[in-house]
């Protein structure tokens, strides 16, 4: 028995199996917007670690000038995301070039994402 005895033993394309890729088009569709919403959920913006409780952030700031390092590549500053100095503003202007993890959280920019599951 050959693949077109069976499809002729089968019948056409009728109105159940229309029915059936109707429903399933419903649930597939459904779906895609679910897993299309992690797209804009999860947005990273920038950031840098938080030396302070109540700290905001800035783009360019004294705070963030003493306590996160940064290196220049093309005449583009490109400061750290992961680790900071380990000193406080008192000491910003004495030796200390400690680089340690963020151990506080970050602050991140909230001018693109005001809230995303990245900052959370």
């Given at each position: 028995m050959?693949?077109?005895?069976?499809?002729?033993?089968l019948?056409?394309?009728?109105?159940?199996?229309?029915?059936?890729?109707l429903?399933?088009?419903?649930?597939?569709?459904?779906?895609?917007?679910?897993?299309m919403g992690?797209?804009?959920?999860?947005?990273?913006s920038?950031?840098?670690?938080?030396?302070?409780?109540?700290?905001?952030?800035?783009?360019?700031?004294?705070?963030?000038?003493?306590t996160?390092?940064?290196?220049?590549?093309?005449?583009?500053i490109?400061w750290?995301?992961?680790?900071?100095?380990?000193?406080?503003?008192p000491e910003?202007?004495?030796?200390?070039?400690d680089v340690?993890?963020?151990?506080?959280?970050?602050?991140?920019?909230t001018r693109?994402?005001?809230?995303t599951v990245?900052?959370d």
């Amino acid at each position: 028995m050959s693949f077109e005895d069976i499809l002729v033993i089968l019948g056409d394309f009728g109105r159940y199996q229309k029915y059936q890729v109707l429903l399933i088009s419903l649930a597939i569709s459904a779906s895609a917007w679910y897993d299309m919403g992690n797209v804009f959920l999860s947005g990273s913006s920038d950031h840098y670690c938080r030396i302070h409780k109540n700290q905001t952030y800035r783009i360019n700031s004294p705070l963030k000038n003493c306590t996160i390092p940064y290196k220049i590549d093309k005449g583009v500053i490109e400061w750290s995301q992961c680790v900071r100095y380990n000193r406080t503003v008192p000491e910003c202007h004495e030796g200390g070039t400690d680089v340690i993890r963020c151990d506080k959280g970050w602050v991140y920019d909230t001018r693109a994402y005001e809230r995303t599951v990245v900052h959370d």
